[in-house]
């Protein structure tokens, strides 16, 4: 029989890996399940696909998973022959028997395993569904009313909690920087209760919010072109005002205006057809107000270097001479960082701007400004094989061990391109999930480390759970009991100021948007970044999505809170999570309009301007398919206490060590 196991494996694409262990492996399958040779490779061709192994080799490790499979096919099939048929282990006899008495073993680092118990027609728990969750009381004799996931002793191995190293560093930017951790990095603690006696308790900081955003439960999906036109009309609107005030340029009212001699003239990037931009297809159009829509051809012959993209707002000074091409000589891509954008009546109420922490802001704060620490990690936070959140647990574990002033949580939470979420295979609410998988471990946590604890959540577009609409609301707050204050819902995209640190997040995948629609040319002997030259273009553009139109399958709504995408100042910390490779980047941009001298002439010199220099971070995701991603971890030291006036040349990235962590 092992000789036909063989073969059939063979004919079906698959090759055996330690060829002698893994066929007696099989064998015992087949006898102990009464399977014929056949039978067993078909069930293993449904587990490959199940749990996306890579590669067509059946390896030794995948085989204790197997059985677990073969032992759930055998319960589901005796089921479906006599539905009172109920199968219960000594474990399950605990569970039921136990009153109310939990186990500590869901707080270490290994993966939960779920079973749930739902009531059948006769009366009896049906401990064989994916999801087992008993709402136990808390440890302080209160009734918290959090879902606590029962263990079992026997766990399934999964590929996640395979890792041979739980933590590696990948990068680390300002190594320099010491972080004033006094833990020895290569010996494991004795336990995670140790490490939390032996560190101090976490100071608290005042978090507040900026600008403004949409409401809870807003009405979307009524956008109009009307209000699409009047978003694209304020931004080259903006942005032809700051040229104004910054340049001494007589401003050509019309792009397509015929003149003999050099005009200056501001527009939006468009592409002439459908398909994507290129040297030739670039048109540049005016507004409505002074140039009545019009588009002109630009020629790009006579630039050095540039970096378009549609929905691009730039100034343009050139030549026109027929009215219609525009012949650059030189471009204006950016806002002036210190210049304040004004949104007129679309500015958001002052209610809207309201603090999150009501006790203390950030204008109570002294002078003098701590060292802090944060966590930031994006979804998803459980792997594709399963919705245990593995991933979730073991950055909780690192955070209780850390001790962060600030854990930063971005969507999506509830994946809606989750096998099992797109498939419909869960027995439970979307919400239900959020708030037995995430909430109640968050709560948890923040019980644990204390008052000086803050979490905060941004939502994305694509939680199941959630308003799927861009700009997005913040998740509703008052489902969580948190008399602290500790966990704060922001919208996406948020800005906030946490202990003087401007932090700037947006979970949409704009540096991915923006990868596949731009078009550059990179002068010789510059360097080519593309990643920070991407995430540059979001802070020039002061807007967290500066493309238009819109990538299909993002539901842009202007119409919701257009004033949410505007970056009113620019943050200190740029957070953007993308499926791109995770970095660490800094972020040059000119306090004045920065020239780029294009013509041959100049060879690409630059005038002198004084730069502000601003991080960049891409925290990967957390979960890639089966396995873990990655997180970044923070610590940034305080500034100056001597000075009473602010340094203007005192910059984020000289006082800030950031890690890119994967686990």
């Known amino acids: 029989m092992d000789q036909q196991i063989k073969t059939e494996f063979t004919q079906n694409g698959f090759a055996l890996e330690d060829e002698e262990d893994t066929l007696q492996k099989c064998l015992t399958f087949c006898i102990n399940f009464g399977l014929k040779p056949s039978e067993l490779v078909s069930s293993w061709e449904v587990y490959y696909l199940n749990m996306q192994l890579d590669g067509c080799k059946v390896l030794s490790s995948h085989l204790d998973g197997f059985r677990q499979h073969l032992q759930n096919e055998q319960k589901q099939s005796l089921q479906k022959q006599d539905t009172d048929l109920h199968f219960y282990s000594s474990n399950d006899i605990d569970m039921l028997l136990e009153n109310g008495h939990e186990s500590n073993d869901d707080d270490t680092q290994n993966t939960p395993v779920k079973q749930s118990i739902r009531s059948t027609g006769h009366g009896t728990p049906d401990l064989f569904s994916p999801f087992a969750l008993a709402k136990t009381p808390g440890t302080d004799g209160k009734s918290s009313g959090k879902y606590r996931s029962r263990v079992r002793s026997s766990s399934p191995v999964t590929p996640f ?22 833990e020895d990095k290569a010996a494991e603690p004795q336990s995670e209760d140790d490490v939390i006696r032996r560190m101090p308790p976490v100071q ?21 072109i009307e209000e699409k036109f009047e978003s694209l009309e304020r931004r080259i609107k903006m942005f032809a005002s700051a040229l104004a005030a910054k340049e001494a ?8 205006l015929a003149s003999q001699e050099s005009v200056f003239v501001v527009g939006l990037v468009c592409c002439d057809g459908e398909g994507h931009l290129n040297d030739k297809s670039i048109m540049l159009e005016g507004s409505v ?61 002052s209610a809207k701007r309201l603090a999150v922490d009501r006790n203390s802001t950030i204008t109570s704060l002294p002078r003098t400004q701590k060292s802090i620490s944060m966590l930031i990690a994006a979804g998803p936070f459980t792997t594709t094989d399963n919705l245990d959140f593995e991933p979730l647990i073991d950055l909780l574990a690192y955070a209780r061990k850390k001790q962060p002033n600030l854990l930063l949580l971005m969507g999506p939470f509830i994946d809606s391109d989750h096998p099992q979420i797109k498939i419909g295979t869960v027995d439970r609410l979307f919400s239900q999930i959020f708030q037995e998988e995430v909430g109640a471990r968050l709560q948890e946590y923040c019980e644990e480390m204390g008052p000086g604890a803050r979490v905060v959540l941004v939502p994305s577009t694509r939680d199941a759970h959630h308003d799927s609409v861009f700009p997005q609301p913040p998740f509703n707050i008052d489902a969580y009991e948190d008399s602290n204050q500790q966990i704060t819902c922001i919208a996406n995209p948020g800005i906030f100021s946490f202990n003087e640190i401007t932090i700037g997040c947006c979970t949409v995948d704009i540096l991915r948007h923006l990868s596949s629609e731009e078009i550059s040319r990179i002068p010789e002997g510059s360097s080519n970044d593309r990643l920070a030259r991407l995430a540059t273009h979001v802070l020039k553009q002061r807007s967290f999505y500066p493309l238009f139109p819109a990538v299909s399958g993002l539901n842009l709504d202007l119409s919701v809170a257009p004033e949410a995408l505007h970056m009113l100042s620019i943050p200190d910390l740029l957070i953007l999570p993308s499926d791109l490779a995770s970095f660490v980047k800094v972020l040059h941009l000119a306090d004045a309009i920065q020239k780029t001298e294009l013509g041959p002439s100049q060879n690409g010199s630059h005038e002198d301007f004084t730069h502000r220099q601003y991080v960049c971070v891409n925290p990967g995701r957390l979960a890639k398919g089966i396995n873990g991603g990655t997180f970044a971890e923070l610590f940034s030291q305080g500034k100056n206490t001597d000075s009473t006036v602010a ?3 005192d910059c984020i990235t000289d006082r800030t060590k950031i890690s890119i962590v994967r686990i």
């Open 289 to 349: 107000e002074f140039s009545g829509g019009q588009t002109v051809r630009l020629d790009l012959h006579k630039l050095d270097g540039f970096s378009f993209f549609p929905g691009q707002v730039i100034g343009v000074e050139g030549n026109n001479p027929s009215g219609h091409c525009l012949v650059a000589s030189r471009l204006f891509d950016s806002f002036p960082t210190s210049y304040p954008l004004h949104l007129g009546d679309s500015d958001a109420p």
């Open 647 to 649: 340094d203007a040349t």
């Open 249 to 256: 340029h007589n401003f050509s009212s019309n792009v397509a």
């Open 161 to 182: 909690g395979n890792r041979s190293n739980k933590y590696v560093v990948q990068f680390v930017f300002n190594k320099d920087i010491s972080d004033g951790s006094t």
């Open 204 to 224: 608290r900081y005042s978090l507040q919010m900026l600008g403004s955003w949409p409401t809870p439960r807003c009405r979307y999906m009524y956008d109009s």
